[in-house]
């Protein structure tokens, strides 16, 4: 789901983040799909995991969500200060609110559900997915890895994780890929 903003960078335009204050920003570790996939089979492989909670990430150490906008920056090979855009987290309450009260005036479900997932939304910019544990770090493919891959070969358009991009989006990027490489 962090990949999400590469063809926003790619095409010039600053990487977003949430910006927490104080210059804070969330930091994860993510993992990739296939390593995501592999762990899960070993769940069912192996009795070590068991009716317990195992905490579970990719084997970065945590980067910051500016960290990571400078990694697709220096992957996709842009010049100059990579360009970020810090959103206030506040933000959101001004939209959850306004959804919420859309809702409660005019009993909507349908923005009570979207107040509910901006709600959820705030949660995932604001706490850290982080594994700390060496026992939480999972995988071989590193996010510079994966960022290299998907600026390489592209990826699979998927509306839910994509937040900026789109299937044209991925179109075009494709096809400015093939220019360049003409």
Request: charged share 25%.
């Amino acid at each position: 789901s962090v990949s999400g903003q590469l063809e926003v960078v790619n095409g010039g335009n600053p990487f977003v983040y949430f910006d927490l204050g104080d210059g804070k920003c969330a930091t994860c570790n993510p993992i990739s799909e296939p390593d995501l996939a592999a762990a899960l089979i070993d769940c069912v492989a192996s009795d070590d995991h068991r009716n317990a909670v195992w905490n579970l990430g990719g084997p970065d150490d945590g980067l910051s969500m500016i960290q990571q906008g400078e990694m697709l920056h220096e992957v996709l090979g842009k010049e100059g200060p990579p360009k970020l855009l810090g959103v206030p987290i506040g933000i959101f309450d001004v939209i959850i609110d306004g959804l919420q009260w859309v809702g409660d005036t005019f009993k909507s479900e349908w923005f009570e559900d979207a107040a509910e997932f901006g709600r959820i939304g705030k949660y995932y910019a604001v706490e850290d997915m982080l594994t700390t544990e060496p026992s939480e770090k999972y995988g071989r493919t590193t996010l510079r890895e994966h960022y290299a891959y998907i600026a390489e070969n592209g990826q699979e358009y998927d509306p839910y994780t994509t937040v900026f991009g789109s299937a044209e989006a991925k179109k075009e990027f494709k096809k400015e890929k093939e220019l360049v490489e003409a």
